[in-house]
């Protein structure tokens, strides 16, 4: 059942105490049996999805073709909660209809939902002020943002938590967080924080601080001269989800200066040894909980219920109301039951087809989602795109690393650098002139500078997107939540960083986050890229093709740009078997190689342009030669062909032969002397070959 009570804002304090008072007496009344409740907060307060959220609200975007807020009612039901207060300012109508037609208000939904609708609420303060002054809360309930995506066990937690409060009274707020390490995609970088916890009571949480821009830390020197055992973390993702106590509420009516999450964490932790409340922790470790926070969040989320990360929130599990469902096939291509495909397009991995969507001839799709009734053309290329409902996508488009939004139409030839962000109903024209990072909208709104955009095309309709009038702390807010600098490079522009660059940077991981994982990730895109190369040659697939592939990849499994190159060598060198040993004929192996060079030559220059990453590859020619002894027996003729197909130059095969691999070992430099040796003849060919120019000069 849904109900629907609208309540405008109001912040007097006499009238709040006398509900309060009526309220003290009515707790007492309930029961340990009351149903479970949650406050959903529909209205995140802030503009980091701007001008996307100027027309609809965040708990609406659609996550893999399904709302947000669909993912957390779900996952609240499936946890035992029994009642959801929906809590929305902006765009309440939409979230009403929205509900309205779900499965939440059919006779059989396991979660009765109502939605609170206030139209003066700013913060998470007002609106748990606004939920107190109604006395809805009956007892211990789950405080969740709306665009939470969870599979974490709930009911254990609230057990837990209900436990705790058996022996500790104090304890009016469980916190959950998720492991998640420095440099995981699902972190966000506005709200990278470092705890302290208590591990001997319970995971009481000592101390909370934002990291933001700073790059020093500073601790209260009680907090250990106080603390018998503590634990400082900075591996803990915020899932901004609390299970929290009825005074919680009432906290926030005491102090009218709580606006959100950090402010009520920060009181009570001051307050302590004066009001005695106390705020304890859950961690998730082999669980997921994440909240799409910011686009780079929402691509990254996006990319984990493609992987099944969040599984039974995946997109063949039925979810919602529908007449067809996705039918799960290899590399983590989804189809919905009336897809319509062209014979020879090519959807290479982890790709999303919604409902009556079709795909033309030629076309190629990566690491994208397509919604419902979309049209694509004929020779598009789709790498890392989110394509909403009712979009139309003419002949030839290019688009990269972008959103668009429903009703978008983008015409033929077009192209969409990475980054962009095109919104609701806008048209780009053939002749479109947009730049990395652009947004574009019909919207014009006071919180934004729009200029015209008709200088982009023939036929282009919008306006180009700008922070301009929003207060300097919320600004900072958007323009910190743009997609990354990474996200919005292109591969060929990433693979100009130096070796040295490159290896400054921190390669998210995926879940989960030991080294065994990420060693599994490294092998899993070997086999991919094995698989890839073994077929492309076999089947003479178009090395632009391969490169698509190679790069969704690396995508999928956050593999660093500077390791691609040797593992493309490395696929090479395994030969044209499917055993793992791959070709072990020297004669055959060596013929093999020489063939696969000259053919994939183009797809190695894409990653190896630098001298850095030239001398890098040979370094891993040598390694592999001394893992695999066949290798080894080819090693000169394998370095000769890398020079004949311009994959490394002579100064980097001369700067190899003085420098050996960064590895002391003895049996490296032993090894490095060997192949040294075996290289000679050809070494003293390049430098005869290089007087021999001098001299004609």
């Not at 469980?174 to 591990?199: E, K, W, Y």
Request: hydrophobic content about 35%; some cysteine.
């Amino acid at each position: 059942h849904v109900v629907y009570t609208r309540y405008v804002h109001c912040t007097a304090c006499s009238s709040m105490s006398r509900e309060r008072a009526g309220k003290k007496v009515a707790s007492e009344k309930w029961g340990s049996e009351d149903p479970l409740q949650a406050v959903v907060l529909a209205d995140s307060f802030i503009y980091r999805f701007l001008p996307i959220t100027l027309e609809k609200p965040r708990a609406l975007l659609p996550l893999v073709n399904t709302p947000l807020i669909d993912y957390t009612l779900q996952f609240l039901a499936s946890g035992g909660v029994e009642q959801a207060f929906v809590f929305c300012c902006a765009h309440a109508d939409q979230i009403r209809a929205h509900l309205k037609t779900s499965k939440w208000t059919k006779p059989n939904s396991p979660l009765e939902v109502q939605i609170i609708i206030s139209e003066g609420c700013l913060s998470t303060g007002d609106a748990l002020r606004e939920i107190d002054s109604r006395s809805l809360i009956r007892s211990d309930f789950v405080l969740v943002s709306g665009d939470l995506v969870s599979n974490m066990d709930l009911e254990r937690a609230v057990r837990e938590h209900k436990e705790r409060k058996q022996t500790i009274k104090d304890s009016v707020m469980t916190m959950i967080f998720m492991v998640a390490s420095p440099g995981h995609r699902t972190r966000c970088n506005q709200d990278d924080l470092v705890v302290a916890i208590d591990p001997a009571s319970d995971g009481r949480l000592l101390h909370w601080q934002r990291i933001r821009h700073h790059k020093r830390l500073s601790f209260p020197l009680g907090l250990f001269s106080e603390n018998a055992s503590v634990e400082l973390r900075y591996d803990l993702l915020d899932c901004h989800m609390s299970i929290c106590s009825p005074q919680v509420p009432q906290l926030f009516i005491d102090n009218f200066d709580y606006q959100g999450q950090d402010d009520f964490v920060r009181g009570i932790l001051v307050s302590e040894e004066i009001m005695g409340n106390q705020i304890h922790t859950h961690i998730v470790k082999d669980q997921y909980a994440a909240r799409v926070s910011n686009l780079h969040t929402y691509d990254a989320i996006s990319k984990d219920v493609i992987h099944r990360w969040t599984y039974p929130l995946v997109p063949d599990i039925k979810q919602e109301q529908r007449d067809g469902v996705y039918s799960y096939n290899r590399r983590n291509v989804y189809l919905y039951t009336d897809t319509t495909l062209a014979r020879d397009c090519h959807l290479e991995r982890d790709v999303v087809i919604g409902q009556t969507s079709s795909v033309g001839e030629g076309t190629v799709i990566a690491n994208s989602v397509i919604g419902q009734r979309c049209h694509i053309g004929s020779g598009v290329c789709l790498y890392g795109t989110h394509v909403w409902n009712d979009v139309v996508i003419g002949d030839g488009v290019v688009i990269e690393k972008s959103i668009l939004c429903d009703r978008v139409q983008v015409e033929a030839g077009a192209k969409i650098p990475p980054g962009c962000i095109i919104s609701f109903g806008v048209v780009i024209g053939s002749e479109c002139k947009l730049k990395p990072g652009d947004r574009v909208t019909l919207t014009q709104s006071a919180m934004t500078d729009v200029q015209n955009v008709s200088g982009l095309g023939d036929g282009s309709l919008g306006f180009l997107w700008s922070p301009s009038s929003v207060e300097e702390d919320e600004n900072a807010d958007v323009s910190g939540e743009l997609w990354p600098l990474d996200v919005a490079r292109t591969d060929s522009e990433t693979s100009d960083l130096s070796s040295e660059e490159s290896s400054q940077r921190i390669s998210p991981t995926t879940l989960p986050l030991d080294d065994e994982a990420i060693d599994t990730d490294h092998n899993l895109f070997f086999s991919e890229v094995l698989e890839s190369i073994r077929n492309g040659i076999a089947e003479h697939v178009s090395v632009d093709n391969m490169i698509l592939e190679v790069n969704s990849s690396k995508h999928a499994y956050n593999i660093a740009i500077t390791e691609v190159p040797g593992t493309v060598l490395k696929a090479i060198l395994s030969g044209p078997q499917q055993s793992e040993d791959g070709c072990q004929n020297p004669r055959e192996l060596l013929s093999y190689s020489r063939n696969a060079l000259k053919y994939l030559s183009p797809l190695l220059q894409n990653y190896v342009k630098s001298l850095d990453s030239q001398l890098q590859l040979i370094y891993n020619l040598e390694e592999q030669s001394l893992l695999k002894e066949v290798v080894g027996v080819i090693f000169m003729s394998v370095l000769r062909a890398l020079y004949d197909n311009d994959v490394v130059e002579e100064v980097a095969i001369a700067k190899w032969k003085s420098s050996p691999v960064g590895s002391s070992s003895e049996e490296s430099l032993k090894h490095h002397e060997k192949m040294k040796k075996q290289s000679q003849p050809f070494v003293e060919w390049l430098e005869q070959a290089e007087e021999e120019s001098s001299s004609d000069d």
